[in-house]
């Protein structure tokens, strides 16, 4: 196993850069650093938070982007964490959100690190599971979730096993100042970085032990829903093909002060709420039924919301492949053809 987490936060700007620099965003990668060095499923030696030096310039993060990413083998996963401030030139050919970097300024496109190089690396990266994490403008424009899941700009696509989940933040970095409902270090992050890692540092109530990328949006949008301090935007994720039930992380919080496991769902119904929060981690005991299969499948293909619709595929297309013998299979299509003809 080599799986691999960077940690990219250019903290520091020159003056008349026009890029205002940000103690909070140094903070924040550190504490990336800290948190995934203690999570039992990284530790120090999987994880590198680049150095001041390294995030100059875009050859230099790339350089390190690279090198991790080529340490990975097909068992693992390739986390990027992105914090610092985000920018989007329409007027670009292929217009991209573009990360600053140490030496970026305001308004030269040219000395800004292009999200297409980051996604490119990790596209072609061999690992499984493949996650970047932004906190940054503009990031409400990195990859739309939809059926057809559109890229700005030049890069049509993200391959089967890519995750992006993201601050939603549209112009500007006004709360690029800490939350101050956050204990001790995590208060001088950004409140994005700050929440979602204080879920990593400390865990959260659900049953499961370790962390999927599903559960960890959850978790954080619950805190960041719920924060006394501030009105937070809630984070969003834009989710392509990432397989959901691969954990990332460890849940750190000890088993007695987690929830009890919940009992399966009955109703067809249930199953469709279950599903819809955690696509994998329940899907192999509805695998079980048959019948059951076919009628969640027709309930999501009666919906007409995207997501509804893609969940209904993936639950077919492993309907397909399970239930290879004739009878199974018409058991299951039985229930999906009848609700298909009301
Ligand atoms: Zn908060």
């Known amino acids: ?25 140094g903070e924040s990668a550190r504490m990336y650093g800290e948190v995934l060095a203690g999570d039992a499923m990284w530790g120090a030696e999987s994880c590198r938070v680049l150095g001041h030096g390294e995030v100059q310039r875009a050859d230099g993060v790339m350089r390190a982007l ?60 061999r690992a499984k599971l493949k996650v970047l994490i932004a906190d940054c403008c503009y990031s409400n424009l990195l990859p739309q979730l939809g059926e057809e899941p559109v890229l700005p700009g030049v890069l049509g696509e993200l391959d089967e096993g890519t995750c992006v989940f993201t601050a939603v933040k549209n112009a500007n ?26 879920v990593l540092r400390d865990g959260t109530k659900d049953h499961e032990a370790r962390l999927t990328i599903g559960l960890l ?11 006394a301090a501030a009105r937070h935007q809630v984070p969003r994720m834009s989710l392509n093909d990432a397989r959901d039930g691969t954990p990332l992380f460890t849940n750190r919080m000890e088993s007695t002060r987690r929830d009890r496991a919940p009992s399966l769902p009955v109703a067809p119904e249930d199953w469709v709420r279950t599903l819809m929060l955690d696509r994998d981690s329940r899907l192999e005991d509805l695998l079980r039924d048959e019948r059951k299969t076919g009628d969640v499948v027709a309930i999501l293909s009666s919906r007409t919301d995207d ?36």
């Not at 397909?320 to 299979?329: D, H, L, T």
Request: hydrophobic letters at 40%.
């Open 307 to 342: 997501a509804s619709r893609l969940l209904a595929r993936h639950i077919d297309a492993r309907a397909n492949k399970r239930f290879s013998e004739p009878r199974a299979f018409a058991r299951y299509w039985n229930q999906v053809e009848k609700a298909l003809r009301v």
């Open 173 to 198: 970095f006004a709360s690029a100042e800490g939350c101050s409902a956050l204990p001790g270090d995590l208060a001088g992050c950004t409140p994005f970085s700050g929440h979602l890692l204080r």
């Open 217 to 227: 949006r959850e978790a954080v949008k619950q805190e960041m829903e719920s924060c």
């Open 66 to 125: 690279q090198e991790a990413a080529d340490e990975t083998e097909p068992e693992d996963i390739f986390l990027v964490v992105y914090v610092g401030h985000g920018q989007y030139w329409s007027d670009l050919p292929g217009a991209q959100v573009h990360f600053s970097v140490g030496s970026s300024h305001k308004n030269e496109p040219w000395t800004w690190l292009s999200s297409w190089y980051v996604y490119r690396v990790m596209r072609r990266a």
């Open 1 to 25: 196993m080599a799986s691999r987490a960077v940690v990219i936060g250019p903290a520091a700007y020159a003056t008349g850069s026009g890029i205002d620099s940000h103690p909070s965003i």
